[in-house]
């Protein structure tokens, strides 16, 4: 257990936090947005949250609206919004002008054969990445889901639940701490206030988290458990159709009696991760640095002679199925990245040709 409890936000109650007016700063409003404001669009704008993505619009949040507007750019993926992103809403036309550049971004390649970048949520301070004490605790996993926080220097931390069915939890925490150096990890019982309170001090006002990880490792339950008296995800489950809210791409910031923001995510089956070069350096820094002082620079740690990596693993200093997880990670995010970059590139190229058509057919 951590000293984390020792800061940890107080308790308000629903009804209380839904009667004060909300802030920019209860937003997760920072000085890095403001910078990034043009003195004239003060009077034509406002900044709104975008809390929820539709198929067919954003629900916006801002300090004087709670709507839903049109979608932003949905067709290019570096313009297109996602949950947690902040927009300038246009005051006289129910529309965003502009997305602010944000502070953090989590996306992945999108499932299937498709070539595409789906993004996951913006402007995240910290990523949840939950697994349970059973057999979901997997190694390999885990270091994908912490390639994605390190990327996008947003702070991970590892949440393991069922910890209540499980005979030894403490062995699965040892385990995840090795992960990377200072890793906060939690065992805990997702269906108990008392365990879940050491998440506190991440859900402070103004700060996101977000949980992520397989389905049925207990990200709604922990949702559920921190929105507490407001269960409002269980809510939203009896008005709506169950099935719409479970099994669909449905995501939602919700807003937490601690003044934080939580956002649940569906169960991810196959992360696939892409453009997250830095966040691999990162998870995988012990392998990285041994490869510098290979004799050759192009080493690829195979049969060369010289390799520091392979005699790291002949030392037992580095674990063999380490590398062989690196190099499968490294593989698929330099592929992932590489057929994305050429479909958007066909993509574009192919607009110009319509384009040029059209012109020419007007002439
Ligand atoms: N005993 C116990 N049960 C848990 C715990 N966490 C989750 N569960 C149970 O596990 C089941 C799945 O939990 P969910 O919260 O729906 O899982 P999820 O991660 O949201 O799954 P998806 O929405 O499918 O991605 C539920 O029946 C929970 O009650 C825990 O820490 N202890
Ligand atoms: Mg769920
Ligand atoms: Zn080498």
Redesign the pocket.
Known sequence: MSNNHLNAPKKTSMEALMRAPITLADLGWRQFYNQQLEADEFEITVPVRVMAVYRNGLHVRGTECDKTIQHYCPNEDDKKATIGDWLLLDLGQNRAIRRLERLSLFKRKAPGTSRSVQLIAANVDTLMI?S?CNQDFNIARFERYLALAQDAEVTPVVVL?????ATSPEDYRREAETLLPNLCVEA?????LA?VEVLLPWCKTGQTIA?V????????????TLMGEADIVTQGIREDDAKGR??TTHRELYRLPYGGWVL?????RELQLTDVEQGLASVFSDIEERSSQCRFRDCQHITEPGCAVLAAIKSGELEEGRLRRWRKLVAENERNSLSIAEARTKDKAFGKMIKEALAIKKR
């Open positions: 939950v349970s639940t069922k910890a209540d069915q805990l019982n997702a269906t108990d365990d949980f990880g397989s389905s049925g490792v207990g990200k709604s339950t922990l949702t559920n479970h099994t649940d995510t569906p169960g991810i």
